[in-house]
């Protein structure tokens, strides 16, 4: 695979667009304005002023109505917008030129000078102007749009042809072959640096909405994982209460045996029982009495073989000297009686 091929349409996207250039030319009265795309288009619209913002914003409101893009201007200044020299450079090596322009920049144009050159035939074509005034340009035009990629002045010897488009063309040059002479070499980067920071924010943005995804979904694990603890420590606290209960209830069973064991169970607590297993539904007893000697039962019945019966079974089971000790018919018939039984 080749690395070289795969990466050359990013490469493309991020290097700044030469297919569309805008270049422009001001001859002190008309701003001349022409656009480079497979084609050759020119337009020349009336100057309000010479300063550069009042051209700036010209070229602009121009651009935005016709619809053209504005990623590649360039400006091509007059004659007196900066210091020019053209000179012969019989026997000097190529590699000082740029350190004998260099020198006389800095003569020219002081200490900060921008500048540039170029070879005409056997002569050097060189420019200069402060360094703060081809910034001015630069913030200028961005400040309305315009990406400013060449600022330069057509050589002496080019001047014969005298139309202002050959000016814009020079220019157009200059941005599409990203040759010399160009005040803005320095600057002249290939990259498109706007489109470069727009990505790298558009890759942040991208990173912090997949941190944050992620941060989401942790938290949505940790609820969840919190909400079933919850849910076990909610059954570990039914757990423990059940088993508390089930622990009181055992103790109580073992306070229960522990009393019962200490009871003494006599001989009456049996007759009680047996009295419950005889009982008849025709007698209903009123009162029981019994100690260590004797028992004694008083009752009411609708009948007196019923009462008879009864008497049977209390000394069959309960006492065998269990005797009738009374009994009485009530004005309403009910028969109310009393059962004595010595014990031994």
């Given at each position: 695979?080749n690395?070289?091929?795969?990466?050359?349409?990013?490469?493309?996207?991020?290097?700044?667009?030469a297919?569309?250039?805008?270049?422009a030319?001001?001859?002190?009265?008309?701003?001349?304005?022409?656009?480079?795309?497979?084609k050759?288009e020119?337009?020349?619209?009336?100057?309000?002023?010479?300063?550069?913002?009042?051209?700036?914003?010209?070229?602009?409101?121009?651009?935005?109505?016709?619809?053209?893009?504005t990623?590649?201007?360039?400006?091509?200044?007059?004659q007196?917008?900066?210091?020019?020299?053209?000179?012969e450079?019989?026997?000097?090596?190529?590699?000082q030129i740029?350190?004998?322009?260099k020198?006389?920049?800095?003569?020219?144009?002081?200490?900060?000078?921008?500048f540039?050159?170029?070879?005409?035939?056997?002569?050097l074509?060189?420019?200069?102007m402060p360094?703060?005034?081809?910034?001015?340009?630069?913030?200028?035009?961005?400040?309305?749009?315009?990406?400013?990629?060449?600022?330069?002045?057509?050589?002496?010897d080019?001047?014969?042809k005298?139309h202002p488009?050959?000016?814009?063309?020079?220019?157009?040059?200059?941005?599409?072959?990203?040759?010399?002479?160009n005040?803005?070499?320095?600057?002249?980067?290939?990259?498109?640096?706007?489109?470069?920071s727009?990505?790298?924010?558009?890759?942040?943005?991208?990173?912090?909405?997949?941190?944050s995804?992620k941060l989401?979904?942790d938290?949505?694990?940790?609820?969840?994982?919190l909400d079933?603890?919850?849910?076990?420590?909610?059954n570990?606290?039914?757990?423990?209460?059940?088993?508390?209960?089930?622990?009181?209830?055992?103790?109580?069973?073992?306070?229960?045996?522990?009393?019962?064991?200490q009871?003494d169970?006599?001989?009456n607590?049996?007759?009680?029982l047996?009295?419950g297993?005889?009982?008849?539904?025709?007698?209903?007893?009123?009162?029981?009495?019994?100690d260590?000697?004797?028992l004694?039962?008083?009752?009411?019945?609708?009948?007196?073989?019923?009462?008879?019966?009864?008497l049977?079974?209390?000394?069959?089971?309960?006492?065998?000297?269990?005797?009738?000790?009374?009994?009485?018919?009530?004005?309403?018939?009910?028969?109310v009686?009393?059962?004595?039984?010595?014990l031994?």
């Amino acid at each position: 695979m080749n690395v070289g091929k795969f990466f050359e349409p990013v490469k493309k996207f991020f290097r700044e667009d030469a297919g569309e250039i805008i270049s422009a030319y001001f001859d002190g009265e008309k701003i001349f304005i022409a656009r480079l795309t497979k084609k050759f288009e020119t337009i020349e619209v009336d100057a309000d002023s010479s300063e550069i913002e009042q051209l700036a914003e010209k070229i602009s409101l121009v651009c935005k109505q016709r619809g053209w893009k504005t990623s590649s201007v360039g400006f091509c200044l007059r004659q007196e917008d900066a210091v020019t020299f053209q000179t012969e450079i019989n026997n000097v090596p190529e590699e000082q030129i740029p350190a004998l322009v260099k020198s006389w920049a800095l003569a020219q144009a002081g200490a900060n000078p921008a500048f540039s050159f170029t070879k005409v035939g056997e002569e050097l074509w060189m420019e200069t102007m402060p360094k703060t005034t081809a910034n001015e340009y630069l913030t200028t035009f961005k400040k309305f749009g315009l990406n400013l990629r060449g600022l330069s002045i057509m050589p002496d010897d080019l001047l014969a042809k005298r139309h202002p488009y050959d000016r814009t063309e020079f220019i157009t040059e200059i941005i599409r072959n990203k040759s010399s002479p160009n005040l803005l070499t320095t600057s002249n980067s290939l990259w498109n640096w706007q489109k470069i920071s727009y990505a790298a924010a558009a890759i942040f943005l991208c990173l912090l909405i997949i941190g944050s995804i992620k941060l989401f979904l942790d938290y949505d694990e940790a609820t969840d994982k919190l909400d079933a603890a919850k849910v076990s420590v909610e059954n570990l606290n039914a757990d423990i209460a059940l088993k508390k209960d089930i622990d009181d209830t055992v103790a109580e069973l073992h306070k229960i045996n522990k009393l019962a064991a200490q009871v003494d169970i006599n001989e009456n607590f049996n007759r009680l029982l047996n009295l419950g297993k005889i009982a008849d539904k025709n007698i209903r007893l009123t009162k029981i009495r019994a100690d260590e000697n004797s028992l004694e039962l008083e009752g009411i019945t609708d009948e007196s073989d019923a009462l008879k019966n009864y008497l049977g079974r209390v000394r069959s089971t309960v006492a065998k000297s269990a005797r009738l000790e009374s009994s009485s018919e009530r004005d309403d018939g009910k028969i109310v009686f009393v059962i004595r039984a010595a014990l031994e």
